[in-house]
Every structure is written in C-alpha cells, then in structure tokens.
C-alpha cells in the first residue's frame, strides 16, 4: 500500500487476555518501530527493527510486551495477559533507514482493556 | 541517552500571530532532529527535519526551526498562525550513535484563537 497499515484500528479486550497489533511498513522499508501513545503522553519507543539485525527492545516496559517482523516486513506487537495501564494508542512506523530518514507512521491500534 | 523537553504543554495564539514551540535535546553526538504535527484523528506528519548543515531549516506548512547547538535547542517557528494548525507538535531526536530509534519529547498542543 502507498503507506503504513496497522490494524485493528480499535481493540477493547479483556483485563487478563492477550491481544495481537499487526503493522504493514511501505514497501521497501527496511527499518519498523513501534510506539506507544498514552492519553494526553507523549510517545514512548518499544521497539525498533532494522534490516536484518537484532532488535533493539530496550523500550518494551514488562516482558507481557513482545514483537516480531516476519520476512523483513509485517510486525506483529503482542502484549499478554494485558493490564489496564496498557491502553494506549499503538503507533507504528517505518523508514528507509536509520533515524537519519524520515518515518512514516501509520494511524494507531487504539487499545482499551476493560 | 538521548532525551527530549518540550516544555510548554499548551500554548493559545491567535490566528494571524507568530508562533514558536520550544524543543531542548540531549544527545552525545551530532543529533537528527524532527518535528512531527498530530492533527486531531490524524496520524504523525512530518513537518522538517535537520541532520547537518545550514542550522535553520523549512519544512512544509509555512513552519521553520533553527537548531542552536550552544543551547541545544530546535524551536519551530511560524510568522502567522492559520486556525488549521491547531494540532499537537512533537518535536524528536535521533542518530547514529546510541539508541537508534527516534526519541519524541512529550509534544506540545496548540490551540489557535479566531
């Protein structure tokens, strides 16, 4: 698609279930983050990918948090047995490259956990 | 580590006023700076971007910063606010050292008077 697609858009779960976020970079991008975005917060990094190499998860908060990127391209953002503090907008994005290029995001999975 | 402080949470000008959000970085090295614009129900827009050379950039939209290395700064500048610009703006740091994902201050949301 001409540019980043995450979906659900919205997702209201259960306190205790597991929830998967799925993320489609553009095409041809090789580096895929993923941010979190709190009511009235700024964005907080999880995670980010990069080619071929290891993640940097450094920002993931507990280790319900987890993410892959299968084939270089689509990332799926799992969190398990989800908390209330986690409801928050889920931001992905992509780039070319590193952080020297421009990201592009997608329109956020707004999560709510009940 | 790199931060970001954006420390007006929200700033009110009228239409037609000039406008300037303040961004402070920290970063070990030469940083990359952004800003990105969060239109109500929108995803994030990049607004410009400055990596090295001539210290005050343009983006699109009218907007304009000037990166001050001695204060480590990167304000976002309009000469005349349009009620269409009432948005949240998010300014972000990121490089080639350290952390490689884009670090995002806490944004700033504006609101735009008749």
């Known amino acids: 698609g001409a540019g980043v697609s995450q979906s659900p858009s919205n997702k209201v779960t259960e306190k205790g279930k597991d929830v998967e976020l799925r993320c489609d970079p553009i095409s041809g991008h090789t580096a895929l983050y993923w941010y979190r975005q709190s009511l009235g917060q700024g964005l907080e990094f999880l995670i980010y990918f990069q080619g071929n190499s290891a993640p940097d998860k450094s920002g993931l908060p507990s280790d319900r948090f987890s993410a892959e990127r299968t084939g270089g391209s689509v990332s799926t953002l799992t969190i398990q047995r989800t908390q209330q503090e986690d409801s928050a907008v889920y931001l992905c994005a992509s780039s070319l490259g590193s952080t020297n290029t421009e990201a592009f995001f997608g329109q956020g999975t707004r999560l709510t956990v009940v | ?114």
């Open chain 2, 1 to 114: 580590a790199q931060s970001v402080t954006q420390p007006d949470i929200h700033i009110t000008v009228s239409e037609g006023a000039s406008l300037e959000l303040r961004c402070n970085y920290s970063y070990g090295a030469t940083p990359y700076l952004f800003w990105y614009v969060q239109s109500p129900g929108q995803g994030l827009q990049l607004l410009l971007k400055y990596f090295s050379g001539d210290t005050l950039v343009q983006g699109i939209k009218g907007f304009e910063a000037e990166f001050k290395r001695s204060q480590s700064s990167f304000n976002l500048r309009k000469p005349s606010v349009h009620w269409s610009d009432a948005a949240e703006y998010f300014c972000a740091v990121g490089g080639n050292s350290g952390r490689r994902a884009l670090t995002f201050g806490s944004g700033t949301r504006l609101q735009v008077q008749p």
